[in-house]
Every structure is written in C-alpha cells, then in structure tokens.
C-alpha cells in the first residue's frame, strides 16, 4: 500500500483555557503537497513487510495501516486527515518518543481509526523509553462532529493540535477501539497544558469504543469534550489528574468503568455541565448529561474525594462503588442559572441510584445552592456491586 503525507511544521503557542486540564496548543500547518514522512531520515515504508523498524508521523492523506509483526516508532505528530482510515492490526505496539507534548495521533472530522484489538493480543500505545513515565508522551486524539455546547453552530478548535470539532450529527462515526491500551501519556508542556490518554472531541455514537485501558498517565485518562459516544469497559490506572473527565455538554455513556487511583490522583470523575473558559454558547442551552453504569473506583487514601459535579452538569451514575475517600459526591454550582447543578437534582436529572460507600466519611457534599436532601439524591444506598473488573479486564490490562 502506497502511503501518502503532507510535510508538517509544528510550532507550539500556549493558550489558557480548560483551567487545569489545559494543553498548549500544536499549530499544523499544511506548507505543500508533497509526499514525504516526517522520519529522521528514515526511509522504511510503513506498508513494506520486510522493513522491521518504521518512523510514522506526519498528517495523512491516504490510509495507514499498521501490523503486528513490525516495530512503529512514533516520532511526531500523526495526523489522520478527512476521508483516511488508520487501521490497527490486533498486536500491535505503537512506541512513542518520550519527547512530551508534540508526540500523539490524531484522528480527525471525517478520518477513521479501526484499531480491533483482542484480550489475548492487545493493541498498545506507550513510551519507547527504557524508563517510561507519566507525561512521556501526548497520547490518542479523536475528533467528530457530534454536538458540543461551546459554540452555537460550527465547529470548535481542539487544545491539541487546532483541529476542528462539533457539529450536528450525534451518530458520527469516528471507527473502533477495541482492546487499546494507551500507556504514558498526558505529555506536558508547561506548567499548566497537559495531554490526556484518550481525548475525545465530538465524538459521535456511530463510533464504538469498548475495552480501553489507560496506564500511568500525567493528566486525565479519558476526557470528553461534547459529543455522544459510548465508551464501555474502561481501565484507568494511576491518572494523576482526573481518571474520567467531561466538559462542553458530553451525553453518552460510560459503562463498566474500573479506576484505581495512585500515589499522585486528583478526582475519579470531574464533571462539568459546560467548559468553563469558553462558555455555555449553545442555542437552546443544553448540559452534560451522560448516563455512568457499573463503576468501581479505588482510592490510595480517604483525604480525597471521588466524584466532583459542578458547572451545571446532569447525569445518572446506577450502580457505582466507591472505596476509601474522605468525600463520595461533592456537588457545585449556583443559584443565579450559570451553573444549575442543584436544579438537576431537583428535577431529578442529577442522581445516585443504587451505591455502596466501603471507608467513606461524607457521602454527600452540597455546594451548589440549592437546598436538597440526600435521600433526594442518592437512592439504594447500600445495593451497589459495582463492574466485575477481575473478569472483563483479565489479560489485556497492566496494573
């Protein structure tokens, strides 16, 4: 398969915004058409069999694939472009310079990923560093045109990249991930701009994601900007920001959801009705409002708290577990219609049903306002299970 790119020139420009969750920006800009790889001199075509060793970076204009039976370095910025499709072989390593912020793949509107891994052959994507830690790497991008509530109409720029995002289609199809273990990731640029494990701008429905694993992470495992993907079974181990993270009014699903927390963590799922830095902008006004099912969380101390509500977000968490925190749910807002997370519970699109709290101080913590018991929040206190992790995660995760 012949492989075509467009040459890069990245130059990286800080911007504020998303507050701690923020991530300097890495301009592409597109200079000509001609067909060359960004390899360091390399000249192993990735489609080539007899080439063991292969450098991919670049912005794509025609599919990729990569197999098992090579090893991929992953030297810059891969870019998958409107139309291509990167596919994935079960197997596969992707082993990404430990260079920071500049190193990840991103999928963009209209590009596709099938990377279909399985248990007994994972696909992973980590650090080439004979010492690998959180932050070596940026990490794995997808970009859809689901709806977002940062803008009207139109689209939005990523953080990563500024490439587009959002639209009107909540069955956008953005591929498959399946038995993916990203590892490493979160790369930082300052002090404050960090990358994720998974991003996930936009992403629409028609996308599947299932089994997915992020390890040792700088910042969040899996964050959402908008859109309506479903994700199931989902790993995060050892987040040192927030394992799951939603924003710019996210309403898919999370089910089977397992997060164990490390020495260095910050919350097991933060959760905003809107991007703070950027606004409420949509019309009519619409809020996170994701469905959360089968969730374990354990926490490496009680001076914590597990799950934070805030910005007016919505959502139903049925059947979630939650181990050894000072704070269970801790809920903020305000009352002059900013940032209504109290009103979601009194409408009753912001609850708890069914919960088991093992080692939890204070179950519930109301900063919102609004004035509500916590029997009109949380319900079946006592009756959750929680996800059976010792079964799905077996095999393809690390810990």
């Not at 292969?54 to 870019?79: H, M, P, R």
């Not at 994720?196 to 936009?202: A, L, T």
């Not at 969380?297 to 139903?316: C, F, M, P, Y």
């Not at 519970?345 to 204070?362: S, Y």
Request: hydrophobic letters at 35%; one cysteine or more.
């Amino acid at each position: 398969m012949k492989n075509t790119f467009l040459t890069l020139a990245i130059a990286s420009t800080l911007f504020i915004s998303c507050g701690e969750d923020d991530t300097a920006d890495i301009i592409i800009n597109n200079t000509d058409n001609s067909t060359t790889i960004n390899n360091n001199g390399d000249t192993t075509d990735p489609s080539n069999p007899t080439d063991e060793t292969v450098y991919i970076s670049g912005t794509y204009v025609e599919d990729l694939e990569l197999t098992s039976e090579k090893t991929y370095i992953l030297n810059g910025a891969l870019v998958m472009t409107d139309g291509t499709t990167l596919t994935i072989e079960e197997g596969t390593q992707i082993n990404a310079l430990a260079s920071g912020s500049d190193i990840y793949i991103a999928i963009s509107q209209g590009a596709k990923i099938e990377a279909n891994g399985t248990a007994a052959n994972p696909i992973v994507m980590t650090s080439n560093s004979t010492a690998p830690k959180a932050g070596d790497w940026g990490g794995l991008i997808l970009l859809g045109k689901a709806p977002i509530n940062s803008v009207a109409t139109g689209t939005s720029t990523s953080e990563i990249g500024s490439l587009p995002y959002g639209g009107t289609d909540e069955a956008d199809n953005s591929g498959t991930l399946r038995y993916v273990r990203v590892q490493y990731s979160g790369g930082k640029a300052d002090g404050s701009s960090e990358n994720n494990g998974f991003s996930f701008y936009g992403v629409g429905n028609g996308t599947t994601v299932e089994y997915i694993q992020m390890y040792e992470g700088l910042d969040d495992g899996l964050e959402f900007f908008g859109g309506t993907v479903n994700v199931n079974y989902v790993s995060v181990i050892n987040a040192q920001d927030d394992s799951i993270d939603w924003t710019e009014g996210f309403s898919g699903k999370v089910t089977n959801a397992y997060v164990q927390h490390g020495a260095d963590h910050d919350k097991a799922f933060e959760c905003d009705g809107y991007n703070t830095d950027i606004g409420n902008n949509s019309n009519p006004i619409f809020w996170s409002a994701p469905e959360v099912t089968n969730v374990t969380v354990v926490s490496a101390n009680d001076a914590s708290e597990a799950i934070r509500l805030r910005a007016g977000t919505q959502g139903v968490f049925t059947n979630i577990v939650l181990n050894d925190f000072a704070e269970g749910f801790d809920l903020d807002g305000d009352t002059d219609g900013n940032n209504p997370t109290g009103q979601g519970v009194l409408d009753g699109v912001l609850k708890v049903v069914d919960v088991t709290f093992n080692n939890v101080t204070t179950k519930l913590k109301n900063d919102t306002g609004f004035t509500f018991t916590e029997a009109e929040f949380i319900s079946g206190d006592g009756n959750a299970t929680g996800t059976d992790y010792a079964t799905w995660g077996a095999d393809w995760t690390v810990e």
